[in-house]
């Protein structure tokens, strides 16, 4: 087996990179205004408002609405699944009847919605009438 030596020049410029380009430096970035790099995060949060803050507070305000109006008779159904008629109110709490003789006593907040209200019924024979 024969080995062969690989003769590399000393040229020192082939290898080493002169100090001028090390110095160099590209051409300074004109600068943008301050205004102009803050229109587009103002964009992107006015599209947030308008997408998911605005939507989810008129939903909040309808259920809130909703709950503030339930009366005695109403067909509930809670956020844990239970359905029962609204038998009792405070200001605070709703008592849902969900069977012949139990009665339970939930919180306003706990009413997910309301599947067949007194109130709506009574508007519609009013309008009929």
């Known amino acids: 087996m024969i080995l062969r030596r690989i003769y590399i ?12 380009h090390l110095l160099a430096q590209d051409a300074p970035v004109p600068a943008g205004g301050g205004l102009g790099m803050f ?3 103002i964009l992107i949060m006015v599209m947030f408002y308008f997408i998911l803050i605005r939507p989810q507070r ?4 309808a259920q809130e609405e909703m709950r ?7 067909k509930v159904v809670t956020i844990g699944g239970a ?3 609204v038998s009792g109110l405070t200001d605070k709490t709703v008592s ?8 339970i006593k939930f919180d306003r907040s706990a009413i997910a ?7 709506s019924k009574e508007e519609e ?3 009929e009438a």
Do not use: Y
């Open 9 to 20: 020049s000393p040229d020192p410029e082939k290898f080493m990179i002169s100090p001028l």
């Open 39 to 41: 229109v587009p995060m």
């Open 58 to 61: 008129k939903a909040q305000k």
């Open 68 to 74: 503030k109006n339930v009366r005695v008779g109403d």
């Open 83 to 85: 359905h029962g008629i």
């Open 96 to 103: 849902v009847k969900v069977a012949d003789g139990l009665s």
């Open 113 to 119: 919605t309301v599947t067949d209200s007194k109130a």
């Open 125 to 127: 024979n009013k309008t």
